[in-house]
T-cell receptor
Framework: QKEVEQNSGPLSVPEGAIASLNCTYS??????FFWYRQYSGKSPELIMS????GDKEDGRFTAQLNKASQYVSLLIRDSQPSDSATYLC????????????FGGGTRVLVKP | KAGVTQTPRYLIKTRGQQVTLSCSPI?????VSWYQQTPGQGLQFLFE???????NKGNFPGRFSGRQFSNSRSEMNVSTLELGDSALYLC??????????FGSGTRLTVV
C-alpha cells in the first residue's frame, strides 16, 4: 500500500463546475497536508496547506481534512481551463524535519 | 523576492560519470530539501538539510549525497550515474515547515 494515494485521473470537468480531488494517507502520525499544482513541464506550486480537521478556503480552493478517516480533499470551484494541471497531495508525517511524502497526483482537465 | 534557484536547468551526462546540482533557497530559508521526479515513481524525497546538517534522508543509494553551506545554499551529487537516474531533480526551501517552495528543477538525462 502506498503511503499517500490519489486517483491518477484524468478528472474531466466542464468549465465553471466543481472539481473534487481526493487523497488518503496511511500514517496516522501525519501532521501537515499540502496541495500542489504542477503544470506540464513545470515545478510544483503550493496552493493550499491544512493542519486541522475541517475546511480551509482560499479563493476558489477549499481543502478538507479528516484525520480520523486519514483523508484530505481539494475542491476547485468555478473551474477554469487554466486549472488544467496535475494536483499533488503531500503529507508531512514526521515531527522532525521537513520530509514530504507525495501522492502520484491527479490530472485534471477543465473543458471549455 | 527571489525564488528558489536551481542550476543548471538541463544536463546530459554519460553513464558512470558524476554530477553536481546546485540550489539557492529563498533568502532566510534554512531548510532545503531535494526530490527526484520520474514518470514512473513520481516525486520521491532524497534528503533534507537544515543549518548545514542532514536532518532526513530518503531511500536512495549512497551514490546520492548532498550538503548545505553556511549561506543555506545546497548541492547534491550523484556519482556513478545510471540510466535510471534520468529525472527531474527538484529543490524545495522552507522557512518554518509551512509552505515548501520548489525551484524550477534540473532535468538530468543520462545516456
Amino acid at each position: 500500500q502506498k503511503e499517500v494515494e490519489q486517483n491518477s485521473g484524468p478528472l474531466s470537468v466542464p468549465e465553471g463546475a466543481i472539481a473534487s480531488l481526493n487523497c488518503t494517507y496511511s500514517d496516522r502520525g501525519s501532521q501537515s497536508f499540502f496541495w500542489y499544482r504542477q503544470y506540464s513541464g513545470k515545478s510544483p506550486e503550493l496552493i493550499m496547506s491544512i493542519y486541522s480537521n475541517g475546511d480551509k478556503e482560499d479563493g476558489r480552493f477549499t481543502a478538507q481534512l479528516n484525520k480520523a478517516s486519514q483523508y484530505v480533499s481539494l475542491l476547485i470551484r468555478d473551474s477554469q481551463p487554466s486549472d488544467s494541471a496535475t494536483y499533488l497531495c503531500a503529507v508531512k508525517a514526521s515531527a522532525a524535519g521537513n520530509k514530504l511524502t507525495f501522492g502520484g497526483g491527479t490530472r485534471v482537465l477543465v473543458k471549455p | 523576492k527571489a525564488g528558489v534557484t536551481q542550476t543548471p536547468r538541463y544536463l546530459i551526462k554519460t553513464r558512470g560519470q558524476q554530477v553536481t546540482l546546485s540550489c539557492s533557497p529563498i533568502s532566510g530559508h534554512r531548510s532545503v530539501s531535494w526530490y527526484q521526479q520520474t514518470p514512473g515513481q513520481g516525486l520521491q524525497f532524497l534528503f533534507e538539510y537544515f543549518s548545514e546538517t542532514q536532518r532526513n534522508k530518503g531511500n536512495f543509494p549512497g551514490r546520492f549525497s548532498g550538503r548545505q553551506f553556511s549561506n543555506s545554499r545546497s548541492e547534491m551529487n550523484v556519482s556513478t550515474l545510471e540510466l535510471g537516474d534520468s529525472a527531474l531533480y527538484l529543490c524545495a526551501s522552507s522557512l518554518d515547515a509551512d509552505g515548501y517552495t520548489f525551484g524550477s528543477g534540473t532535468r538530468l538525462t543520462v545516456v
